[in-house]
């Protein structure tokens, strides 16, 4: 017999099939019944092979399902600006908005708008991500009505796990939230909140960037070859309110002194504004992509949506690189200085301690050639949209190791 035939006769062999004729030299009274026991033997086979692929399958499909409910702002620098998702409608002053996406083991759904209001719409998923508002008391009233229901919830275990992004204090005054987490007795298993807060731990705790003034409808910029190529008629700008007795002013005083102000796109004013007008938003857009450097003072906190702003366009953020007044600080060994999670990262910003060395840096500007600008905004918008990918991957894993039963037995 040939080695085929033996092969054959030890593949079929093993679905069930003990004589097989291997050649036609003579007749066989049970052909037809051994051709049967085939079809049926490579029927087996085949069903072995879908349950294969099934279960194959299977654990490439989702194993967790998450609902985020949006009711602030940055979720929707989480859901279009990291997750890259979308939204129906794209009106955003839509009463209702969803959307939702495949990621990792996960199915995600997102909710926003006015309409998404507890006890109001259909709970889809038995872990829920809640974002959250926490600047001021007023919103934080509104933020535990939230996480109360979202406790309703999971007493009558219509949902089984919560995870909340919170957008923090400016001055890092997060105590309220503290009696929610699981390990003071609370529910909430993750926590992800802005600004450099001192209890980040890495374990339950993670900072978030504040990112784009979604608020203000800054949208997803796609870098475009012109944005990357084109030379920009400003060295810097800084469009926004001087405030009092700030360093703001000393930075004002600095660009005017040396007549730097005519080098760069200044536009001041001594109140802030929550709202722009579309031509001050067309404005503010303009000068970033018209800008190699757009200047970020601090405000009431170090981190602000200028600098998220900035790398959407190509234009580099040059930081006040000191730690506000507040509670704000972080455990990492940058705890006397701001932004730990941007430096942790790398960030290719130019940072300063004080605004007289600003001179200085325009002076090095100035003699920096177009094709060095060229690479330099390459390597900030790479840098920017690997930060986002890697933010998304984070909070998918730690979603995921935290919610999904662990393996160990």
């Given at each position: 017999?040939?080695?085929?035939?033996?092969?054959?006769?030890?593949?079929?062999?093993?679905?069930?099939?003990?004589?097989?004729?291997?050649?036609?030299?003579?007749?066989?009274?049970?052909?037809?019944?051994?051709?049967s026991?085939?079809?049926?033997?490579?029927?087996?086979?085949?069903n072995?092979?879908?349950?294969?692929?099934?279960?194959?399958s299977?654990?490439?499909?989702?194993?967790?399902?998450?609902?985020?409910?949006?009711?602030?702002a940055?979720?929707?620098?989480?859901?279009?600006?990291?997750?890259?998702?979308?939204?129906?409608?794209?009106?955003?002053?839509?009463?209702?908005?969803?959307?939702?996406?495949k990621?990792?083991?996960?199915?995600?759904?997102?909710?926003?708008?006015p309409?998404?209001?507890?006890?109001?719409?259909?709970?889809?998923?038995?872990?829920?991500?809640?974002?959250?508002?926490g600047?001021?008391?007023?919103?934080?009233?509104?933020?535990?009505?939230?996480?109360?229901?979202?406790?309703?919830?999971?007493?009558?275990?219509k949902?089984?796990?919560?995870?909340?992004?919170?957008?923090?204090?400016?001055?890092?005054?997060?105590?309220?939230?503290?009696?929610?987490?699981?390990?003071?007795?609370g529910?909430?298993?993750?926590?992800?909140?802005?600004?450099?807060?001192?209890?980040?731990?890495?374990?339950?705790?993670?900072?978030w960037?504040?990112?784009?003034?979604?608020?203000?409808?800054?949208?997803?910029?796609?870098?475009?070859?012109?944005?990357?190529?084109?030379?920009?008629?400003?060295?810097?700008n800084?469009?926004?309110?001087?405030?009092?007795?700030?360093?703001?002013e000393?930075l004002?005083?600095?660009?005017?002194?040396?007549?730097?102000d005519?080098?760069?796109?200044?536009?001041?004013?001594?109140?802030w504004?929550?709202?722009?007008?579309?031509?001050?938003?067309?404005?503010?857009?303009?000068?970033?992509?018209?800008?190699?450097?757009?200047?970020?003072?601090?405000?009431?906190?170090?981190?602000?949506?200028?600098?998220?702003?900035?790398?959407?366009?190509?234009?580099?953020?040059?930081i006040?690189?000191?730690?506000?007044?507040?509670?704000?600080?972080?455990?990492?060994?940058?705890?006397?200085?701001?932004?730990?999670?941007?430096?942790?990262?790398?960030?290719?910003?130019?940072?300063?301690k004080?605004w007289?060395?600003?001179?200085?840096?325009?002076?090095?500007?100035?003699?920096?050639?177009?094709?060095?600008?060229?690479?330099?905004?390459?390597?900030?918008?790479?840098?920017?949209?690997?930060?986002?990918?890697?933010?998304?991957q984070k909070?998918?894993?730690?979603?995921?190791n935290s919610?999904?039963?662990?393996?160990?037995?």
């Amino acid at each position: 017999t040939s080695k085929e035939g033996v092969l054959c006769k030890l593949c079929l062999g093993t679905l069930g099939i003990d004589h097989v004729p291997l050649g036609n030299e003579e007749w066989n009274p049970w052909e037809a019944d051994e051709r049967s026991e085939q079809v049926a033997a490579q029927q087996r086979y085949e069903n072995v092979l879908k349950l294969v692929q099934n279960a194959r399958s299977q654990l490439e499909q989702t194993s967790l399902r998450v609902q985020i409910w949006g009711k602030a702002a940055i979720g929707l620098y989480l859901w279009q600006h990291i997750f890259g998702g979308h939204l129906e409608p794209a009106d955003v002053t839509a009463q209702w908005r969803e959307g939702s996406q495949k990621a990792g083991k996960t199915h995600f759904s997102f909710i926003t708008g006015p309409s998404v209001v507890p006890g109001y719409f259909s709970v889809e998923a038995e872990n829920v991500v809640l974002v959250l508002n926490g600047r001021e008391k007023a919103k934080i009233a509104y933020a535990t009505q939230w996480l109360h229901y979202a406790q309703t919830l999971l007493q009558t275990h219509k949902i089984q796990h919560v995870a909340v992004v919170l957008l923090g204090n400016e001055q890092c005054n997060n105590e309220w939230i503290q009696p929610y987490l699981k390990r003071h007795g609370g529910f909430v298993n993750l926590l992800f909140v802005t600004y450099d807060y001192a209890l980040v731990n890495e374990e339950d705790v993670f900072q978030w960037p504040l990112g784009v003034a979604t608020y203000r409808n800054f949208p997803v910029v796609e870098p475009s070859w012109s944005m990357l190529h084109d030379p920009r008629s400003y060295l810097c700008n800084f469009l926004g309110t001087v405030y009092k007795n700030s360093s703001r002013e000393t930075l004002m005083e600095i660009l005017k002194q040396d007549g730097l102000d005519k080098l760069c796109w200044i536009a001041a004013r001594e109140q802030w504004q929550p709202q722009e007008t579309n031509e001050s938003f067309k404005n503010y857009q303009d000068a970033l992509l018209q800008s190699d450097l757009t200047l970020c003072p601090v405000g009431i906190n170090t981190e602000c949506y200028r600098i998220y702003e900035a790398c959407s366009y190509g234009s580099v953020p040059v930081i006040e690189d000191v730690m506000t007044l507040g509670d704000c600080r972080n455990s990492s060994m940058y705890h006397s200085a701001p932004l730990q999670l941007l430096k942790t990262m790398g960030a290719p910003f130019i940072f300063i301690k004080n605004w007289k060395e600003l001179p200085a840096v325009l002076e090095k500007e100035k003699k920096m050639s177009l094709q060095e600008k060229i690479q330099r905004r390459k390597i900030l918008i790479e840098w920017y949209q690997n930060f986002k990918a890697w933010m998304r991957q984070k909070f998918i894993n730690t979603l995921e190791n935290s919610f999904l039963p662990s393996d160990k037995g």
